[in-house]
């Protein structure tokens, strides 16, 4: 058994003409390309609280740290920093310079795009 519509809709033809307005792209907020670098850093001592004051004294309050080990025998501890807005040469440099006996593990580098207004 077929079904069928027994209605049907006609629209009528319009003769108006109208100016017909374009339509405005919604352009995004204009954005930036920052960079953000990665890494794991292993400094003397079992304090984190000394750990983080002596890497925010070389990179600055722009970076996260989490701590990833503590080694208790060793008295060591390992870091894993974020740093935003500094290349991964400014990184390094500003670690070398002011943390004499760190030791610096593997490093990534990666861009995030941020809008103007943050």
């Known amino acids: 058994m077929m079904l069928q519509s027994t209605q049907s809709t006609v629209l009528p033809l319009t003769s108006s003409r ?9 352009t995004p ?9 990665t890494l794991e ?8 609280a000394n750990g983080r004051r002596a890497l925010h004294a070389a990179l600055g309050n722009n970076l996260q740290l989490y701590v990833v080990t503590i080694d ?3 008295e060591r501890m390992t870091f894993r920093v974020e740093v935003i807005s500094r290349t991964l040469d400014e990184v390094i440099g500003a670690l070398t ?3 004499d006996r760190a030791t610096l593990g593997r490093a990534t580098c990666s861009m995030l795009r941020r809008s103007h207004n943050l």
Do not use: E, F
């Open 18 to 26: 109208r100016a017909v307005q374009p339509v405005r792209a919604v």
């Open 97 to 99: 310079s002011a943390l």
């Open 29 to 37: 907020q204009s954005s930036r390309d920052v960079p953000r670098v």
């Open 72 to 74: 208790k025998r060793n």
């Open 41 to 48: 850093v292993t400094v003397s001592g079992t304090s984190s």
